[in-house]
């Protein structure tokens, strides 16, 4: 199981990660069905009671409005 923390260190060396983040990312926004996706697919140990402080990051980050 990947913590946030080691795939922010992925993302910035894995050319197949940062495709699918910049995928999910398009829109300028996360839905619940993607974020529950890529949780699901990378084995990510965060819940979705953590899905409004992934959103207020990204905001942060200006990977989203």
């Known amino acids: 199981m990947a913590t946030v923390e080691e795939l922010i260190k992925q993302y910035d060396t894995d050319p197949e990660l940062k495709k ?3 995928g999910i990312l398009a829109d300028q926004k996360i839905t619940i069905g993607e974020f529950m996706g890529f949780v699901k ?25």
């Open 41 to 65: 697919n990378h084995d990510v140990e965060v819940s979705l009671a953590d899905f409004p402080k992934i959103i207020d990051e990204a905001k942060k980050a200006g990977l989203i409005k």
């Open 20 to 22: 699918e983040v910049d």
